[in-house]
């Protein structure tokens, strides 16, 4: 640790320190405080003091503690190691902080973020006297059974191997190759990791268009409102409407490789909760533990409240760094409304001017920072990746015209609104289908035409018609009752009913239902129209509903969620094929 | 160590240069460095000892707010003390059973609490990988609780009441009836009281006597007529004791904390008073932290025997579900018991309102081998059937409930029997899940069997029929 003295504490209002005495301190400048070295970050400078945020609860801090510069920014430590390990906001290992530590968190502990004494297997891809600039790949680690962790040129670096060494086991401090640099012809060490700055967007060749989704397992998600690999979407909703339920299951059955999971600001048992479940659910696509996929940062709402506002951009880092070796990475952030808050007490706290509801002006600013840094891109080593960003926001009240879901509704695409009346029925994910929307239907349309369904669109229009018409029905139901409606219409509010409990409805719990491919999605739509177009008909030709509901086909049409696996849909063929043949018996007998 | 004793040193130091007194605030300048949310003592003229705790330190000048009110000093006559620790209480096994104010200190009259081990109020963060997923169940004997919004051992799981509504009495009859099932751990109330009356914290102490628990409660009570900045430390001993009892005597603690929304109107009134900018309704923007550092401290530690279960109690200001207290309360909670006016009116207790009630903890703690197999499908047919029962009765007011079709007219008459048999109960009436499953399906059977979708075959065949 540097014993570089930067100045003296001035002030302390929380988290919120006044440094005096400044002498030759940078910006946004890593920092301890005090004589049990709590970190923090400088955030503002101004002629001869500075005001600094502390990421550990400043109890006991007094005027005249020293505060120590690092000479660096606030940065994380990316190389192998990451995978299946939970950080809290500023990249401390948790896990290693019990061992050493107690139940509690204590303060001022300072530990490596990765396994200093690990050894990793080495396998270089690059020859001495190969060229190679920032962001290219030097070699591979097998993190686990089904990552392999391509090791990297920190972005910034460029020149010639002078040296490398030969394929083996390193722990992430041993210098792997030696770079002579082109700027400076000085010779400089790569390792296993190297360190980037959190704040900063790592850099990439291009970006690209977005036309492939990111499937989800959810249906009304990946049906209604799909998002693109490298999208951004918000998830609003007021408490107990389900946000963390439905980034939990697109974080277990989404088919990215690496998932970033923040949870910030949220409760700690929602955290213990994903770390006994993930470990034991398994992947359907590589058949491993869906652990080794993940990375957890957890900030609960009771730890310090500056760290929350840093894990968000812990988190995108370590994002974009699995991105930049050519991953498909999807970040869940539950809930950036208390990164929003944590900016806001922060704020307050420099007793900065406010904007709305005492935000301060430069939120949407912050926001769009953030949802930016999500995209399709070709990597500076010329390969694919993508950063999807799911971010739940809690606005008070579940009032969607609060200014952070204002704000974060300029700055994504895709909107899955929770509403509460369906989440107080039971009905999960209770995303509304009249409020959520999503910019990416077009983009991924092929996509959706070439590997499922050739009707895709066409269908998706046809059940949103359907489900529109039924909420102006549903009005004059209100009004006159049911039974006044024909049955024409009436038949519209029967299959929109059958289609919120057969297909909206997704029950996380059950084995099968939790996810669905979206060949099965297709094929269940399929259904569903064939029984509201043949219907409809019947209902034409005279057929009352009562002799449509007494189909004995119908009740399989309703548990062929649950009825039907993924891995075989023939049953779904032949509870489509008779459902026709029924069809066609009753058009029979009425005739 | 030089640096200890200056320490030591310097907490007996006393300092008259108090220069200025607003609400529960003092300012004092020209001190040695304080620390960031020190203990001080303040002495008034009488040589009464109030205390108080540092609320922002400078240079210059340290802000400190005194627990027990600041009636009464003058300017030239208080003397300062500063401790150099945070605030602290002396906690032990024998504060059971007894009553303290919301500094933690007797006020029934008997001898001063003695304990080696003093712990620090404020508590620290628990390490989320230390902590231990609740899935227990705890059966209160109050059906629309034990079947619908199912109590877990270590959850934190708040009362949404009003006012006039019967919140203390269902409070008390869960600290009464709650049982463990299969454990033989020792079970502990700790009840904290902020800004309540006399009267209700009589009720308790009087519910408890009869009970025959009082021997196992330990009341904090910081009244109506206490300084109301003492209930902004009241639920910070309380939990210390709790933390205490659960995981260094592995007890299983029940925390009562009644009335939350006098402890946010107390934050409200420093933060005023400290010129903070105000978020939502002049609440400070830190308020959901701060709710957060409290009620986060409920729960259960790996390789720990004891848990902690929050029971905080608010009235909604104007039964208005949207407003920040229970708002902000509601995203940290696992869940929360909702009451409902208009049933209270219809006679019915516990008044709890069937759809925005909800405990996020029970899907893991019911079903088989917890309270039995038919349990959580007979709770998601209620929840749907009672769900649809409001659609028609919002119907039938509008168009008369002769025009109902059959079908409706049947979901009206579940509606009635599901508020009257099942949710409705005496307070001192106590009801095994059994009962309380089987009363379930006694309702269900006023619909018909077409009607149940969230239902297996076999279940219907065991339990519907029956």
């Known amino acids: 640790m540097s014993e570089r003295i930067i100045g003296k504490v001035k002030r302390v209002n929380g988290p919120v320190i006044e440094v005096m005495g400044i002498t030759n301190a940078e910006m946004f400048e890593l920092v301890r405080v005090g004589n049990e070295n709590l970190i923090g970050e400088l955030i503002k400078l101004q002629t001869d003091s500075a005001i600094v945020q502390v990421y550990e609860d400043t109890t006991g801090v007094a005027p005249y503690d020293p505060v120590y510069g690092s000479s660096m920014q606030l940065s994380v430590e990316l190389g192998p190691g990451m995978i299946s390990t939970i950080y809290d906001g500023i990249q401390r290992p948790l896990k290693t902080i019990r061992d050493i530590s107690d139940i509690y968190i204590k303060r001022g502990i300072t530990v490596p973020s990765l396994d200093r004494n690990k050894k990793w297997h080495f396998t270089p891809l690059v020859k001495q006297g190969s060229k190679v600039s920032g962001g290219m790949i030097l070699g591979t680690v097998q993190e686990t059974q089904n990552l392999v962790h391509k090791i990297l040129v920190p972005p910034k670096d460029s020149g010639v191997i002078a040296s490398i060494v030969p394929e083996g086991e390193y722990t992430v401090d041993d210098a792997i190759a030696v770079l002579k640099e082109n700027k400076t012809q000085g010779s400089k060490n790569l390792f296993l990791m190297h360190k980037w700055p959190i704040r900063l967007q790592r850099p990439t060749n291009k970006r690209l268009a977005m036309n492939i989704p990111l499937i989800t397992g959810q249906r009304i998600i990946d049906t209604l409102f799909p998002v693109a690999k490298g999208g951004t979407v918000s998830i609003p909703g007021g408490f107990g409407t389900g946000k963390t339920m439905a980034q939990q299951a697109i974080a277990k059955w989404c088919d990215a490789d690496v998932i970033v999971y923040i949870g910030c600001g949220e409760r700690g048992n929602e955290i213990t909760d994903v770390l006994t479940e993930f470990p034991k659910l398994v992947d359907p696509r590589t058949g491993r533990s869906l652990m080794e996929r993940t990375i957890l940062i957890a900030n609960t709402s009771n730890m310090p409240v500056s760290a929350r506002e840093a894990s968000i951009y812990t988190g995108i880092t370590m994002a974009e760094y699995f991105r930049d070796q050519g991953y498909h990475v999807a970040v869940m952030a539950d809930s950036t409304s208390r990164w929003a808050e944590a900016l806001r007490e922060l704020s307050g706290r420099m007793e900065e001017m406010p904007a709305e509801e005492g935000f301060p002006a430069y939120l949407p600013t912050k926001i769009a920072e953030f949802y930016e840094r999500a995209g399709y891109m070709e990597t500076l080593s010329g390969q694919n990746g993508s950063v999807s960003v799911i971010g739940a926001v809690s606005p008070p009240g579940g009032d969607f015209s609060e200014p952070v879901t204002q704000h974060t509704k300029r700055f994504i695409r895709c909107f899955w609104a929770l509403d509460r009346d369906l989440a107080n029925a039971r009905h999960y994910p209770a995303i509304s289908w009249l409020d959520s929307y999503s910019e990416y239907l077009n983009d991924i349309g092929s996509w959706w035409q070439q590997s499922a369904n050739p009707d895709w669109f066409n269908e998706r229009a046809e059940i949103m018609e359907l489900l529109h018409r039924e909420v102006r029905l549903q009005q004059v139901v209100k009004l006159v009752g049911p039974d006044a409606l024909p049955d024409t219409q009436r038949f519209i509010l029967e299959v929109c009913t059958l289609f919120k409990n057969a297909f909206l409805q997704q029950n996380a719990y059950d084995k099968v239902d939790t996810f669905s491919t979206i060949q099965k999605q297709a094929k269940m739509l399929h259904i569903i129209l064939v029984y509201w177009r043949r219907g409809s008909e019947a209902i034409k030709k005279g057929i009352t509903m009562v002799n449509l509901r007494k189909m004995k086909i119908y009740q399989d049409v309703v548990r062929m969620k649950f009825t039907i696996p993924n891995e075989d849909l023939s049953g779904l063929d032949k509870i489509e094929a008779r459902l026709e043949r029924s069809m066609d018996q009753l058009e029979a007998l009425h005739a | ?466």
């Open chain 2, 1 to 466: 160590m030089p640096d200890l004793n200056n320490k030591h040193l310097l907490s007996r130091r006393e300092y008259i240069s108090v220069d200025k007194i607003e609400g529960p605030l003092v300012f004092i300048r020209n001190t040695h460095p304080v620390g960031y949310r020190e203990l001080i003592e303040c002495i008034d003229k009488q040589g009464n000892v109030r205390l108080g705790i540092v609320l922002e330190t400078s240079v210059s000048t340290v802000v400190a707010q005194v627990f027990e009110g600041t009636s009464g000093l003058t300017l030239p006559d208080t003397r300062v003390r500063f401790s150099g620790e945070p605030l602290t209480i002396a906690v032990s096994k024998e504060m059971l059973g007894r009553v303290f104010n919301g500094l933690g200190q007797p006020i029934d009259g008997g001898p001063p609490q003695r304990s080696d081990i003093e712990l620090d109020v404020n508590g620290m963060a628990i390490n989320p990988t230390s902590r231990q997923y609740p899935r227990d169940f705890i059966q209160t004997g109050i059906s629309v609780i034990d079947g619908m919004n199912t109590l877990i051992r270590g959850q934190k799981l708040p009362i949404f009441s009003g006012n006039g509504l019967p919140h203390n009495e269902l409070a008390a009859q869960i600290a009464k009836q709650a049982k463990i099932r299969g454990s033989d751990t020792e079970v502990a109330v700790v009840f904290a009281a902020m800004g309540v009356k006399h009267d209700i914290a009589r009720f308790f102490t009087r519910s408890f006597e009869q009970s025959g628990v009082l021997g196992n409660v330990a009341l904090f009570l910081s009244l109506a007529d206490d300084p109301s900045i003492e209930r902004l430390i009241t639920p910070r001993t309380t939990l210390t004791l709790a933390e205490y009892l659960a995981f260094k005597q592995d007890m299983h603690v029940l925390v009562i904390m009644t009335d939350m929304t006098n402890y946010c109107e107390s934050l409200r009134e420093i933060s005023t008073i400290r010129g903070e900018i105000p978020s939502r309704k002049g609440y400070p923007g830190y308020l959901y932290s701060d709710l957060a550092e409290l009620y986060e401290r409920s729960g259960m530690i790996k390789g720990y025997k004891g848990s902690i279960t929050l029971l905080p109690i608010l009235t909604m200001p104007n039964d208005d579900i949207s407003h920040p207290i229970p708002d902000l309360s509601g995203y940290i909670t696992e869940g929360q018991i909702v009451f409902e006016r208009e049933m209270d009116g219809r006679g019915i207790y516990p008044p709890v309102a069937g759809l925005p009630s909800l405990s996020r903890l029970m899907k893991d703690g019911i079903g088989k081998g917890m309270t039995r197999e038919d349990h959580p499908h007979l709770a998601s047919q209620l929840f749907a059937a009672y769900s649809y029962v409001k659609d028609v009765r919002n119907l039938a007011s509008v168009i008369g409930e002769e025009e109902l079709t059959p079908l409706d007219c049947k979901y009206l008459e579940f509606g009635t029997q599901f508020e009257q048999k099942f949710v409705s109960q005496r307070q001192d009436e106590q009801r095994n899940i059994e009962q309380t499953l089987d009363l379930g399906w006694e309702v269900l059977r006023s619909l018909p069997v077409e009607e149940l979708h969230r239902i297996t075959e076999q279940e219907i065949e065991k339990y519907y029929g029956g």
